[in-house]
T-cell receptor
Framework: DGGITQSPKYLFRKEGQNVTLSCEQNLNHDAMYWYRQDPGQGLRLIYYSQIVNDFQKGDIAEGYSVSREKKESFPLTVTSAQKNPTAFYLC????????????FGDGTRLSIL | GQQVMQIPQYQHVQEGEDFTTYCNSSTTLSNIQWYKQRPGGHPVFLIQ?????EVKKQKRLTFQFGEAKKNSSLHITATQTTDVGTYFC??????????FGAGTTVTVRA
C-alpha cells in the first residue's frame, strides 16, 4: 500500500540537542510538507517542498531545518534554537503542490526531557 | 494568524442528534477542504469544495460552500460514536499553501 511513513512515533529531546524526524513517502508525490500541531491551534506549516532540492519556509520555520535530496524523503530537524519544541509533528504530501488534497503520515510526538 | 476561523471549537453531541460546524474566511477562497482527525490519529482528507453554493454529501455528512465562497459548513445528521474527532477546514493561503482552521472537536454522549 502506498503511504507516508513517519518515524519515530515518539521522540524525546534533551535541552540543547538537535533531533531529526523522518518522513518517507511512496506515493510518487512531488510536494511534501511539515506541520506542527499544538492543542487548540490546528496545523501550522513549518516547511514545504514542491520539488527535489527546493523548499520554502512556512509560517513557523524558525528553529527548524529541512532537506529534500530525494523525492521520497523530507526529513525535519528540530534544532536547539527551537525553544518550545514539544508538539505533534505531521508530515504530508500532495501530488503537485497545488491546492489538491494532502495525505498525512501518522505523526511524531516530540517531548522535552 | 490563520486565514480561516472555525466555530465552535468544541461540540458535545448526544448520539443520534444533528450538529453543524462552520468555517469562515475574511477573503474569498478558491476552494475549501475538510479533514477529520480521530483521537490519536492523523488528519484524513474528507472532501474539497470548489464552486459557489456547492453542496456535497457523504452518507450522513453534508458539506456546503457559501455563495460568496467565504464560508463553509459541515452538517452531520444522526451523530454516531464513529463521528468522534476533530474536523478541520483548510483554505488556500498565499498561493499554493493551505491554511488550516483550529478545528472543531466533537465528542458524543452515548
Amino acid at each position: 500500500d502506498g503511504g507516508i511513513t513517519q518515524s519515530p512515533k515518539y521522540l524525546f529531546r534533551k535541552e540543547g540537542q538537535n533531533v531529526t524526524l523522518s518522513c518517507e513517502q511512496n506515493l510518487n508525490h512531488d510536494a511534501m510538507y511539515w506541520y506542527r500541531q499544538d492543542p487548540g491551534q490546528g496545523l501550522r506549516l513549518i516547511y514545504y517542498s514542491q520539488i527535489v532540492n527546493d523548499f520554502q519556509k512556512g509560517d513557523i520555520a524558525e528553529g527548524y531545518s529541512v532537506s529534500r535530496e530525494k523525492k521520497e524523503s523530507f526529513p525535519l530537524t528540530v534544532t536547539s534554537a527551537q525553544k518550545n519544541p514539544t508538539a505533534f509533528y505531521l508530515c504530508a504530501s500532495s501530488v503537485t503542490g497545488g491546492l489538491e488534497p494532502q495525505h498525512f503520515g501518522d505523526g511524531t510526538r516530540l517531548s522535552i526531557l | 494568524g490563520q486565514q480561516v476561523m472555525q466555530i465552535p471549537q468544541y461540540q458535545h453531541v448526544q448520539e443520534g442528534e444533528d450538529f453543524t460546524t462552520y468555517c469562515n474566511s475574511s477573503t474569498t477562497l478558491s476552494n475549501i477542504q475538510w479533514y477529520k482527525q480521530r483521537p490519536g490519529g492523523h488528519p484524513v482528507f474528507l472532501i474539497q469544495l470548489v464552486k459557489s453554493g456547492e453542496v456535497k454529501k457523504q452518507k450522513r455528512l453534508t458539506f456546503q460552500f457559501g455563495e460568496a465562497k467565504k464560508n463553509s459548513s459541515l452538517h452531520i445528521t444522526a451523530t454516531q460514536t464513529t463521528d468522534v474527532g476533530t474536523y478541520f477546514c483548510a483554505g488556500p493561503k498565499r498561493g499554493y499553501k493551505l491554511s488550516f482552521g483550529a478545528g472543531t472537536t466533537v465528542t458524543v454522549r452515548a
